[in-house]
């Protein structure tokens, strides 16, 4: 078959099959050229799920009437002009494919109008025909009409879901936008009924507060960091508000909705301590940096990037959310929350929102200059008292519950009138119930906790610390444990021996594709180190950074933990249990067990006179 040259309806409908997917890719292709056009207010109407009808009218400033024919052109935009443009690109969009994209699959309109034009002005395109540019009426801004999406291009047609499902890609579409851009009102309607209406907002919380709802922003963190010329600011769910599901995860980069395998391992790995299995997180995130550090055309969806410095990227996410979780201890109760204990599902302790602060350590030895010195803290470390905590492991358990009197005048006796500055955040302890549950009182009201959980943690954590103020403890093998591997992987070892070695692994490169393991922590004996050793150099492959080794160090201290914490029907002096409580608040992460199961749990005095229908 002779080559020939396509014609040029067919390239932009082999175009249209990249740029546009479903309806919901149409939505986010016009509300992005309405966002780029300065619109304060954009209004959204569809019909059928999108496939019908997608009007798109905004206030921005306008197309010129000479242009009109322009924008329907391929590859013709006003956002880019050079190289240069397009390695700092800031609009949304630049490439120029959208519109005519968009024409060629389905019937097609564009009215515009300037705010100096005396009229407006008006184009079609049928099939990907243009018609001559003619006058209309239309207020200041910009009216894009499309109809009948794929009508002329039915393979793809037929692999449109249901009115319903499209129409829902399109309202997460337009929801996740309009998080980006608080500052831009916001109105959907489907067949002539409103299905969203959102006032300009003056802050990102206030829109986050009017999509997702208050509940989350009483389960999150608010996070703010900068170093290094990264800044990650907005909201991180807390880890006992984790969902079934991912949908309520939207990361931002430079404000453009992005699903990013750097960004989502960062986030797992900073969650990895403290996430049930089988949950998923819930934030919404905004990394700003400078536009030539991050290359957004990568796709003509736009919805990938690439990061010219990936591993800096990963490392300050991981470090940023693993810190702030880290600050997350038990009794950081929010008062004005507590009322609406009774009414969740599920055991989620209510938290009060922190603002957490630039805590990057290590980041300056990773990153030199690159990372400002004044803003690179140490993390809090974990404060313990021994010999009360020792005090937990020598007390025996008695052999039947019995009635633990509280010590009378004792500087923890609950029933002494203490003034509220003075009371810890997790109170004083009451007793146990049933040698499981500790229940203690605070200002709040009642505090429930569960003792191994809460234990578990405490010892996890102390073990830890333990672990990172010295070197780890490392065995010699006699026989070197040999391996053939891919150059790749063998490459990434010898790029990062030093770091293995830190972990306690000593290796050596043999030739092109072997190397010998010389060396192995204690902790790793009786494991699969050849395995383990494999996944941790397919994770330097592809992320530059692994915590493979520490992961699994931390499982069998975990382990360790689960079996040396206090077990269920042990009963335990007030004092005993008082120390449990101080030890809670003081250590990282303590609201959840290394499982991601609740420690604790508030009930206000509210929720105990609903309980009891006190003042009705």
């Known amino acids: 078959m002779p080559i020939r040259q396509l014609p040029e309806q067919l390239i932009n409908q082999i175009a249209a099959g990249e740029v546009i997917e479903r309806p919901a890719s149409v939505v986010k292709e016009l509300v992005e050229n309405a966002i780029d056009a300065g619109a304060t207010r954009i209004e959204v109407e569809l019909d059928g799920g999108g496939v019908k009808l ?26 880019i002009g050079s190289l240069e443009d397009l390695e700092s690109v800031q609009s949304m969009g630049f490439r120029g494919e959208a519109l005519p994209s968009i024409a060629s699959v389905s019937q097609f309109r564009i009215i515009s109008r300037r705010r100096d034009d005396a009229h407006a002005s ?34 793809r047609r037929k692999f449109l879901k249901t009115e319903r499902t499209e129409l829902s890609h399109i309202e997460d579409q337009l929801r996740a936008m309009a998080l980006a851009r608080p500052e831009v009102g916001l109105h959907l309607k489907h067949a002539g009924r409103d299905l969203l209406r959102l ?39 807390l880890p006992t508000a984790a969902r079934s599901s991912a949908d309520r995860q939207y990361f931002f980069v430079n404000r453009r909705l992005v699903k990013d395998r750097v960004i989502a391992h960062a986030v797992k790995q900073a969650y990895a301590d403290v996430l049930f299995h089988g949950r998923y997180p819930t934030f919404v995130l905004f990394l700003d940096l400078d536009p030539t550090a991050v290359d957004v055309n990568v796709h003509p969806a736009k919805a990938e ?16 959310l693993h810190e702030a979780l880290a600050q997350t201890r038990a009794g950081q109760v929010s008062t004005q929350a507590n009322t609406s204990m009774l009414d969740r599902f599920g055991p989620a302790p209510v938290q009060s929102q922190l603002r957490v602060q630039d805590s990057l350590q290590g980041f300056a030895a990773l990153y030199g200059e690159r990372a400002p010195a004044a803003l690179l803290t140490n993390a809090p470390g974990i404060s313990a008292d021994r010999r009360q905590f020792d005090s937990l492991f020598s007390a025996e358990p008695h052999s039947a519950p019995a009635a633990i009197p509280l010590p009378v005048g004792s500087a923890h006796d609950v029933s002494t009138p203490v003034a509220e500055p003075d009371v810890p955040p997790l109170g004083y302890a009451l007793g146990q119930l049933h040698g499981v549950y500790l229940l203690a009182q605070n200002t709040h009201g009642l505090v429930l906790v569960d ?60 030739g092109i594709d072997r190397l010998v393991i010389k060396r ?65 608040e003081a250590t990282e992460r303590s609201g959840q067990c290394n499982h991601g199961r609740p420690t604790w749990v508030q009930l206000s005095m509210q929720d105990l006179d609903r309980l009891f229908l006190r003042g009705r």
């Open 199 to 237: 006032s300009r907002a003056e802050s990102i919380a206030e829109r986050v507060d009017a999509l997702l709802g208050e509940s989350f922003l009483e389960q999150s963190l608010s996070i703010e960091h900068h170093v290094a010329g990264l800044s990650l600011h907005g909201f991180v769910g």
């Open 451 to 510: 003792i191994h959980a809460a234990h578990e943690r405490i010892t996890y954590e102390r073990m830890k610390s333990e672990r990172a103020c010295g070197t780890l403890p490392a065995q010699q093998l006699l026989v070197p444990i040999a391996l053939t591997l891919s150059s790749r992987d063998v490459d990434a070892a010898e790029q990062h021996a030093d770091e293995l070695l830190q972990l306690g692994i000593e290796i050596s490169r043999t």
């Open 122 to 155: 008006m184009i079609e395109a049928d099939n990907g025909r243009l018609s001559d540019v003619r006058p209309a009426q239309h207020p200041p801004g910009t009216t894009v009409e499309m109809r009948e999406l794929f009508f002329n291009v039915p393979a």
């Open 520 to 584: 192995i922590p204690l902790a790793l004996a009786e494991a699969n180190v050849e395995a383990l050793l494999r996944d941790v150099l397919a994770e330097y492959v592809e992320h530059e950074k692994s915590r493979k080794l520490e992961e699994f160090q931390n499982e069998l201290l975990a382990t360790m933990a689960c079996h040396a914490a206090i077990r269920a029907n042990r009963r335990l002096s007030i004092p005993e249990l008082n120390a449990i409580l101080r030890q809670m």
């Open 54 to 79: 997608v009007r798109i009218r905004d206030d921005g400033g306008g197309i010129a009437p000479d242009e009109l024919p322009l924008a329907l052109t391929r590859h013709a935009t006003s956002k």
């Open 305 to 320: 990037v690439r990061f010219r410095e990936q591993r800096m990227v990963h490392d300050f996410l991981f470090r940023s």
